[in-house]
């Protein structure tokens, strides 16, 4: 580590693994309460706008986009590390039939992103209708 500060690139990373741009899988959690399901994930820097929700054929898709300025040095600094970068995801889920469509709704709140897919009662099962056959005499 003195070395590197010495060379003058003491943020240089200790090992060449850094991540790489890219897209990367949410962690996601999926909750069932007796009135709605929950769809809650981690979007840390995200904005309401980098996000995209969006239901189709029973499908819910869970998605974002982060692109972050290019270093450039200049006036304004110089740039040791950018590990940050452009950052990626999207999740999809099969939605059950007993939702409530026109009722979904996605809120972010400290880089937390909770979709609420509100349910409505299940219609009964039909039940088996018995036909009367009738004898042809």
């Given amino acids: 580590m003195l070395d590197r ?3 003058g690139d003491m943020f240089a990373p200790m090992h060449t693994l850094a991540r790489q ?6 962690a996601v959690d999926v909750v069932e309460t007796k009135e709605d399901f929950k ?4 979007a840390p820097g995200f904005s309401a706008d980098d996000i995209k929700v969006e239901l189709h054929e029973g499908k819910l898709t869970v998605s ?6 290019k270093a450039v040095n200049g006036d304004e600094g110089k740039y040791h590390m950018q590990e940050r970068q452009w950052t990626k995801f999207s999740r999809q889920f099969q939605l ?3 939702i409530a469509e026109d009722r979904v709704a996605a809120s972010l709140d400290k880089g937390i992103l909770t979709v609420t897919v509100p349910k409505v009662p299940e219609p009964p099962k039909a039940q088996p209708k018995r036909i009367q056959v009738i004898s042809a005499l």
């Fill in 39 to 42: 769809v809650v994930t981690d």
């Fill in 64 to 69: 974002g986009e982060r692109k972050l300025e």
């Fill in 96 to 98: 059950p039939a007993n």
């Fill in 21 to 26: 741009p890219g897209p990367i899988r949410h």
């Fill in 5 to 7: 500060a010495m060379r």
